[in-house]
């Protein structure tokens, strides 16, 4: 299982109730969840194979943004 760390700028539970009909379409995703206690509001993902795009893309959809969280050692999560 791998998983990635996206930015977001989802701020309260209702925006989270906005994103997660979003984010549960992509049956790609075993699992995902957001750190609302993280400044970043970090949306972690978990599956076999992750296409960024389209994690990116549902929230968008959703109305709010997203993008791939770089870790202190500079690669992409």
Partial sequence: MKK???KTNINC?????TVT????ELKELSEWS???????R???VEAENIDSDLVIQAVKQ???????KKSVFGKLF
């Fill in 4 to 6: 990635a760390v996206y």
């Fill in 34 to 40: 957001v750190d609302m206690s993280s400044k970043d």
């Fill in 21 to 24: 009909p979003f984010l549960n």
């Fill in 13 to 17: 539970g209702m925006c989270l109730s």
């Fill in 62 to 68: 959703a109305g709010f943004k997203a993008e791939k």
């Fill in 42 to 44: 970090l949306l972690t």
